[in-house]
Structure formats: structure tokens, C-alpha cells
């Protein structure tokens, strides 16, 4: 059974910084790509930025570059999301999922996500 | 950037109705385009995938069709299990957009 699991949200004050995990199990995470999506409080989904299997290839939405490092370390399944300057709208639930097979740029499974909540 | 625009944002409608949600790209995406489900407080569920391919589980009472710039949703016959918000998205070129969401309510 594919299992994605978030974890490292929480409260952090503006201009801090927060890393988020996704621990993955179920399937041979280093075929796929992976992704985070994040969704503010009562509003839509906003993909965040996406690796490949590899880590040759690394995207991120306009509002989150330079401040977002995305990663994945293959041998321990689990993909990261290093978040700096953080601001007051980047608070949301964190969602990790996975590509789809064969370079697919849809998500597949989704993890329960993880909330951050920037505020001073 | 590729704008998605879902329309309506809100429908209201009753068990065993057959509805159709519309999303619109600001640009051609092909078919490269996918349907999720959210219910409140749940991660999305991938529905559809290449505008018109359903997810393998997915009740077949889902379909999606259109290519270009114009894609709809249909659900054929309404169940209780279905009042959620629906999403799309594209991935015809990095950054990936959703749509803004319709939330599907009972009448």
C-alpha cells in the first residue's frame, strides 16, 4: 500500500525558517518524481514545486523561489521541503504526493498533509 | 503562467443528478490535464488524468472529456458520496496551476 507521511509543520514566526519531511513507503520511491502542494486556510490548492527521481530536475512555483528548497534523499524514501523567510501567506497544510508513472505530471497519492502556520 | 478557470465555483444539486463542471485553460494544454476530488479536511483523490482517462477505482459514474483549451467534468448520476469540491489541474508546462475549485453542495 503506497503511504506518504508528512511531518515538521507547526507554528513559526515571520522571516523563520521550517523543513518539512514526506516519508514514503509502499513503492520504489526513487522511480518517481514527487511534489508538494500546499493549500492556505479555506482556499484552493497551489502547487508548490516538483523533483524528479533522480533529483536531475527541479521546478518551483514563482512566489516560493529562492525561498523553497525542495530534496529527496532516495536511500531513506523520503522527500523534504526547506522553507526560509517564511511570510505570514505561505501558511497552509503541506501535501506531498507523488507523480505518476512514466513522467506523468498528475499526482497519483497524496499524504494527510502537514500544517504550517506562520504568525508572530 | 496557465491560468485554469473552473466554472461555477459552487452547485447546488440533488442525489441522482447528472452535473458538469467546466474548467478553462488561458492557453492550449492539449490533453494534458487532471480532476481531483477534496473533501474537508482530506488530501485530494486523483479522478481523471489525460482530460478523459479514469483513475483505476474510480466509479465509472466520472468522465472526463475535452482537449485544448475547454475540459469538463461530468458526474452522470449523483450519490451522496460525491458532494465535495473538485479541482483541475493542468501539467502541459512547469508551473502547474489548479483551478480555483467548484464545491459541489446538496440542493
Known amino acids: 500500500e503506497v503511504q506518504l507521511v508528512e511531518s515538521g509543520g507547526g507554528l513559526v514566526k515571520p522571516g523563520g525558517s521550517l523543513r518539512l519531511s514526506c516519508a514514503a513507503s509502499g513503492f520504489t520511491f526513487n522511480s518517481y518524481n514527487m511534489i508538494w502542494v500546499r493549500q492556505a486556510p479555506g482556499k484552493g490548492l497551489e502547487w508548490v514545486s516538483s523533483?524528479?527521481?533522480?533529483?536531475?530536475?527541479?521546478y518551483y512555483a514563482d512566489s516560493m523561489k529562492g525561498r523553497f528548497t525542495i530534496s529527496r534523499d532516495n536511500a531513506k524514501n523520503s522527500l523534504y521541503l526547506q522553507m526560509n523567510s517564511l511570510r505570514a501567506e505561505d501558511t497552509a497544510v503541506y501535501y506531498c504526493?507523488?507523480?505518476?508513472?512514466?513522467?506523468?505530471?498528475?499526482?497519483?497519492?497524496w499524504g494527510q498533509g502537514t500544517l504550517v502556520t506562520v504568525s508572530s | 503562467d496557465i491560468q485554469m478557470t473552473q466554472s461555477p465555483s459552487t452547485l447546488s444539486a440533488s442525489v441522482g443528478d447528472r452535473v458538469t463542471i467546466t474548467c478553462r485553460a488561458s492557453?492550449?494544454?492539449?490533453?494534458?490535464l487532471a480532476w481531483y476530488q477534496q473533501k474537508p479536511g482530506k488530501a485530494p483523490k486523483l479522478l481523471i488524468y489525460?482530460?478523459?482517462s479514469l483513475e483505476s477505482g474510480v466509479p465509472s459514474r466520472f468522465s472526463g472529456s475535452g482537449s485544448g483549451t475547454e475540459f469538463t467534468l461530468t458526474i452522470s448520476s449523483l450519490q451522496p458520496d460525491d458532494f465535495a469540491t473538485y479541482y483541475c489541474q493542468h501539467y502541459n508546462i512547469y508551473p502547474y496551476t489548479f483551478g480555483q475549485g467548484t464545491k459541489l453542495e446538496i440542493k
Open positions: 489525460k482530460a478523459s
Open positions: 492557453q492550449s494544454i492539449s490533453s494534458w
Open positions: 504526493a507523488r507523480g505518476a508513472v512514466a513522467g506523468g505530471g498528475y499526482f497519483d497519492y
Open positions: 523533483i524528479s527521481s533522480s533529483s536531475s530536475y527541479i
